[in-house]
């Protein structure tokens, strides 16, 4: 499975972005996909996840200002980024974990400025 995140970019404190996660072939609704981020000098972070008959699951960092969602039709996952703040500057990156093994898409980076 290869994955292509996109919509990234550049966005004053308080404003939106919505990012994608394309894959390349059909992904069960079942399987876990999430996104993650990993800032300037930090590790990587857990940022939200979904999956068929469950409910999203958000880094409290997150909660209430973000949004996942995926449309299986057209096979991909975003994440809409509302109230964004300078601490939200990161690459954004997407993850499906199809059959015991993770992918990953190559990254998007947002950048939000104070």
């Known amino acids: 499975v290869q994955l292509q995140a996109s919509g990234g970019g550049l966005v004053q404190a308080g404003g939106s972005l919505r990012l994608s996660c394309a894959a390349s072939?059909?992904?069960?609704?079942?399987?876990?996909m999430g996104w993650y981020r990993q800032a300037p000098g930090k590790e990587r972070e857990f940022v939200a996840s979904i999956r068929s008959g469950r409910d999203p699951n958000y880094a409290d960092s997150v909660q209430g200002r973000f949004t996942i969602s995926r449309d299986n039709a057209k096979n991909t996952l975003y994440l809409q980024m509302n109230s964004l703040k300078p601490e939200d500057t990161a690459v954004y990156f997407c993850?499906?974990?199809?059959?015991?093994?993770?992918?990953w898409g190559q990254g998007t980076l947002v950048t939000v400025s104070s």
């Open positions: 072939r059909t992904i069960s609704s079942s399987v876990v």
């Open positions: 993850k499906a974990k199809v059959q015991s093994e993770n992918y």
